[in-house]
């Protein structure tokens, strides 16, 4: 990780981001949606899904390879459940459709207490942890699991790469209780791609027991990294292979196949799961001490964190620090090899490139 940053005002950043996805074809509501979750990664220190890694997504599965269409238009599919929907994306844009289904299962959670939408033929939607973090801001309790653009994943005892990084992310209301919502958000590999990605780019070697080579052996190199490998053995396979489940009842097809070599019958494209509760929907009114809800929250983390473990960090703070560290910069935090990766997008995009000479540093 670099220790030294250039810090980029977000209208720049976000010029640049715009500009690429309108360069591709993309309509401007498209490149709005991709900009705000690019800026919302970078700011809260999520390097590994930045603007960077999703334009990258593009060139190998995306608008320039089939996989994702600008201007999709999403369908809603007819169901009989009033509190969930099921959407047809039709190839569009990932960050888009994934913006509006968080939007609308609030929606539906404050009619019902509970709404769930499931999208099927998607395209992937970046960090999954913004989505949430968003509802979790406004108050909900919200979650969301995607398959991945791409099996790279080799099950627990496997040899063979059958399964995608298949992200989970949870979110919960906490900012009142500790000053930033709670987010649990990790890819079921030991890594993400991603971070292979930010490896290579920045000269530094993988973890132990978190990749393999092409003859299936371990490798800490991220140049020599061909499949990647479950985080805590079963347990992330377990993890894993629930997307993929879940994509299954959705109308997703055979891990394997997605984003490879087309095959008679079956589909290269994603699949997302979003759920938003209300917190009201999971009140039993009978909080011990008399509390209220919001007060029962608060005095569970603090008892979570007491008795010696306040030093403890909770999942979401890193990120919370993170865009602390952001706002007082003034700007979002790239590292030199960044900067010149988000030139390469102004570049194409026709957009001025970022000076690094006139950035200040951090």
Not at 122 to 149: D, P
Not at 170 to 185: E, N, R
Not at 309 to 334: I, K, M, Y
């Amino acid at each position: 990780m670099s220790d030294s940053f250039h810090v980029v005002p977000v209208s720049l950043h976000e010029e640049i981001v715009r500009g690429g996805y309108l360069a591709r074809g993309f309509d401007a509501a498209e490149a709005e949606h991709a900009a705000r979750l690019a800026t919302a990664a970078t700011r809260h220190g999520i390097r590994t899904h930045n603007a960077i890694k999703a334009l990258h997504l593009d060139d190998l599965f995306g608008s320039k390879a089939g996989g994702c269409r600008p201007g999709a238009v999403i369908r809603r599919l007819p169901g009989r459940f009033e509190a969930t929907e099921v959407w047809d994306a039709e190839k569009k844009l990932g960050q888009a459709v994934a913006w509006e289904a968080i939007d609308r299962c609030m929606a539906l959670a404050d009619r019902y207490g509970s709404g769930t939408v499931s999208v099927d033929n998607a395209f992937h939607y970046l960090w999954g942890g913004g989505y949430v973090m968003e509802a979790a801001r406004r108050g909900y309790l919200a979650y969301t699991n995607c398959t991945a653009s791409l099996a790279e994943v080799v099950p627990f005892g496997g040899r063979f790469p059958t399964l995608g990084t298949n992200p989970h992310s949870w979110g919960f209301p906490t900012t009142d209780a500790v000053g930033f919502p709670v987010v649990i958000d990790w890819a079921t590999s030991v890594v993400a791609m991603g971070r292979v990605q930010q490896f290579q780019r920045e000269g530094k070697a993988l973890p132990p027991a978190a990749a393999v080579d092409a003859r299936g052996n371990p490798t800490t190199d991220p140049h020599a990294a061909a499949a990647l490998l479950p985080f805590g053995a079963h347990k992330g396979y377990g993890l894993a292979l629930i997307n993929e489940l879940v994509a299954a009842l959705i109308g997703g097809s055979l891990p394997t196949k997605r984003s490879r070599e087309p095959q008679a019958g079956e589909k290269q494209t994603c699949n997302f799961f979003f759920q938003v509760i209300h917190p009201e929907a999971l009140s039993s009114g009978a909080f011990a001490g008399g509390r209220t809800q919001s007060e029962n929250l608060q005095a569970v983390l603090a008892d979570i964190l007491g008795h010696g473990n306040e030093t403890c960090l909770l999942p979401g703070q890193l990120e919370a620090e993170a865009a602390a560290r952001s706002d007082a910069a003034g700007g979002l935090l790239f590292s030199a090899a960044e900067i010149e990766a988000l030139n390469a997008i102004a570049t194409e995009a026709g957009c001025e490139p970022l000076n690094p000479s006139t950035l200040p540093r951090v």
